[in-house]
């Protein structure tokens, strides 16, 4: 049974026909209303903490969408879950894939800085002070360009980033 035919409260009974009123109506081919229908039910699959059942949608979701901007939301999707996990390699190659389709997502461009700092910081833990500072270095570049995209967000980024001496640049609206 589709995720979307067990939701057991009211919201969630709401948004699903909502959303298939929505794809009915949408102007799309069967494969991309298709790949639609498994994208929202991984995200249904993941905001329960379903990340298995997440992840087979999304692949699934991946196998029929063409459209590269949809792509890029499916595989930050993806590197969301591995982060969660705490499976960093393999969410920074999905966060890269889906920046490679569209250089314009500040959320994974920020999530890659986030892993970067984290590994920073587990390397100064662990007495590699020259190994945390590249990194540290890796997550400002990341860092600067989602604050480019997104200058009203990731304010404790940009505190960091001046109190470390890696901008000098104030970037508020």
């Keep these: 049974m589709p995720r979307t035919q067990r939701n057991d409260n009211f919201i969630d ?7 298939d009123m929505i794809l009915k ?18 995200m249904s699959a993941q905001a ?30 993806i590197g969301l879950i591995y982060t969660s996990n705490g499976e960093h ?13 569209n250089p314009r997502l500040p959320q994974a461009l920020n999530n ?3 892993i970067f700092h984290y590994q920073g910081d587990k390397a100064k833990e662990a007495g590699e002070s020259e190994a945390a500072e590249a990194l540290y270095d890796k997550a400002a570049k990341y860092w600067q360009e989602a604050i480019r995209l ?14 470390t ?6 970037v508020f609206f």
């Design 13 to 19: 009974k709401s948004f699903t026909v909502m959303a």
């Design 25 to 42: 109506l949408m102007p799309a081919n069967k494969k991309a209303k298709e790949a639609f229908v498994y994208y929202r039910d991984g």
């Design 48 to 77: 329960d903490g379903e990340y298995a059942e997440a992840l087979d949608n999304y692949f699934e979701a991946l196998t029929l969408e063409e459209d590269s901007n949809d792509r890029s939301y499916i595989l930050y999707n």
């Design 89 to 101: 390699e393999k969410a920074l190659e999905y966060y890269y894939q889906a920046i490679d389709l």
């Design 112 to 114: 890659i800085a986030v």
């Design 150 to 163: 997104a200058p009203n967000n990731y304010i404790e980024a940009q505190n960091w980033l001046k109190t």
């Design 165 to 170: 001496g890696r901008s000098q640049v104030d």
